[in-house]
């Protein structure tokens, strides 16, 4: 059974950093392109970052472009979300997706999600 479950999230001002990290468990972690979407309240579902199974692509959205890094630890089955320069329009439930080979930026061609983590940004 695959699981992905985020962690890392929080209450932090506007400015501040966090980092986000996704384990995944149940697939060959190393096979699998990640992906990080977010969705505000009362709004729809957006891509945020996305990075290929082997390292070597990275997407982002235009929004998290230069503050947010994507990486990942295949040694730790981990994918990560490093936010700098945090705005109060980043606040949202930040989720991590998995799918085999490819590395799309649409959310409906991820195979696995995770539960979500919260991140609340004051300003």
């Known amino acids: 059974q695959v699981q992905l479950v985020e962690s890392g999230g929080g209450l932090v001002q506007t400015g501040d950093s966090l980092r986000l990290a996704c384990t995944a468990s149940?697939?060959?972690?190393?096979?699998?392109?990640m992906g990080w979407f977010r969705q505000a309240p009362g709004k729809e579902r957006e891509f945020v970052a996305a990075?290929?199974?082997?390292?070597?692509?990275?997407h982002y959205a235009d929004s998290v472009k230069d503050r947010f890094t994507i990486s990942r630890d295949d040694a730790k089955n981990t994918a990560y979300l490093q936010m700098n320069n945090l705005k109060s329009e980043d606040t949202a439930v930040y989720y991590c997706?998995?799918?085999?080979?490819?590395?799309?930026?649409?959310?409906?061609?991820?195979?696995?999600w995770g539960q979500g983590t919260q991140v609340t940004v004051s300003s």
């Open positions: 149940g697939l060959t972690f190393s096979s699998y392109s």
């Open positions: 997706a998995a799918v085999l080979s490819a590395v799309p930026v649409r959310q409906y061609d991820y195979d696995y």
């Open positions: 990075i290929k199974w082997s390292g070597s692509i990275t």
